[in-house]
């Protein structure tokens, strides 16, 4: 898209994006950008680590779901944008840098609202889904080598809507994986 409407690089911590927790927690049990289970090590390649993302740079300019690290809560998480006006626009398009260690008791999709971040309306994208052996699941295996990707994902659905909310869910039982994300940006 020609337009920015909105982008957050996370150089100075979450910015203007905000946080949401199902299940009622704060802190560093829910996304942040501390980094507490120490997935990134700056030039190093490590097994299950933060590995693409913000590399070579040495200071932790990314948000991380850790529900891996200590305590190990349930979680329904969710990262989110401000509340965008995409009234004045045919196309949307979200950006963002994603690594993530993939498991099939955790949710890990992208998620947009129509009414200002009231209700999920649908779903952008989806890791995952725990519906068995079919599908999705079936090209993995949970706990394997982190997935890397810089995404565009083209959102018709929110084109030409006024109070549009981005969505990060990371949803699980606790004790599984993480996910980390970068530079999320929205063009329109």
Known sequence: GE?????????????SMGVLSGAGNTGTETWH???????????????????????????KEFVIMDSDADPDPAEVEYLVT????????????LHFQSETVVDDQATQAVVYSLDGGATVAGVAFKYNDTTGTTGPNALFDGGEEPFYAERVLSVAAVAGQPSVVFGFLYQSPGDRWWWALDNIKVTA
Do not use: M, Q, W
Not at 3 to 13: Q, T
Not at 37 to 49: D, I, L
């Open 82 to 93: 401000p509340v965008l006006d995409l009234s004045n626009y045919c196309d949307v398009f």
């Open 3 to 15: 337009d920015v409407l909105f982008s957050e690089s996370f150089a100075a911590g979450l910015g």
């Open 33 to 59: 950008t501390t980094d507490k289970g120490n997935r990134y090590v700056a030039g190093t390649v490590s097994s299950r680590g933060v590995n693409r993302i913000n590399h070579p740079n040495a200071l």
